[in-house]
């Protein structure tokens, strides 16, 4: 199937500091990517669709200028979460979309702000 | 509004028994559905997909789904359970908005498979 990776894996920053997280595909382009938060124990919670070439869509209650998101090429897509504080640890996962339908997830990235 | 519920937080079943993991949606046109696996720190695997067609579908490891329009199932099945199952398990649904779509999560299902 296809492969989606994620860099870093895992991240520890000070609060104040600002995270960058990259999602590529690695074997397909990919028009959109997504991004989900998944806090222990929990579901997948999407917030944004990252589409190339265009501004990223958030979801209700998502803020977009604390989560940029950039999707500059049809491999990549970028997630920036901007003055971390400890409520943002949290494991943010990205996925692609190849063709119409299917979303092939990245391995995540465990964020903790301390 | 449009959704995906997993009734069952956690499903217990012993090595060798056949497991049904749970899923109901409610979507307005045409659903497609979506299982994924999730093991422990990692990201979601794709397990199967109904888009149109065959009322059952086959996916990785041996799993199988049946799509149910009438009573808007989609549970997951497996006939002979593995350790190696023990999991948690996404269903998904896919919904439309303007001139996109995305995909939605289920609460997720904690299978446990006991040797």
């Known amino acids: 199937g296809a492969v989606v990776s994620q860099h870093p894996s895992r991240v520890i920053c000070k609060s104040g500091t600002s995270v960058k997280i990259e999602c590529r595909s690695l074997?397909?382009?990919?028009?959109?990517m997504f991004w989900y938060r998944q806090f222990p124990k929990q579901s997948l919670m999407l917030m944004a669709t990252?589409?190339?070439?265009?501004?990223?869509?958030?979801e209700q209650g998502v803020e977009k200028d604390k989560f940029l998101i950039n999707h500059a090429s049809l491999t990549l897509s970028t997630l920036t979460v901007t003055s971390a504080h400890p409520e943002d640890s949290s494991f943010y996962i990205c996925?692609?979309?190849?063709?119409?339908?299917?979303?092939?997830f990245g391995p995540g990235t465990r964020l903790l702000v301390l | 509004a449009q959704s995906v519920a997993q009734p069952e937080d956690q499903v217990n079943v012993a090595e060798g028994n056949p497991l049904t993991v749970k899923c109901t949606y409610s979507?307005?046109?045409?659903?497609?559905l979506f299982w994924y696996v999730q093991y422990p720190n990692r990201g979601l695997q794709f397990l199967l997909k109904?888009?149109?067609?065959?009322?059952l579908v086959k996916g990785s490891y041996g799993f199988e789904a049946e799509f149910n329009k009438s009573q808007t199932s989609f549970h997951l099945k497996k006939p002979s359970a593995l350790v190696s199952d023990s999991a948690l398990y996404f269903c998904?649904?896919?919904?439309?908005?303007?001139?996109?779509?995305?995909?939605?999560f289920g609460s997720g299902t904690r299978l446990s498979i006991r040797p």
């Open positions: 996925s692609a979309r190849q063709g119409i339908e299917t979303q092939y």
């Open positions: 979507v307005s046109g045409n659903p497609y």
């Open positions: 109904y888009i149109t067609g065959d009322n």
């Open positions: 074997d397909f382009q990919a028009t959109t």
């Open positions: 998904a649904v896919r919904v439309a908005y303007s001139s996109a779509s995305k995909i939605i």
């Open positions: 990252s589409n190339e070439g265009s501004k990223a869509t958030y």
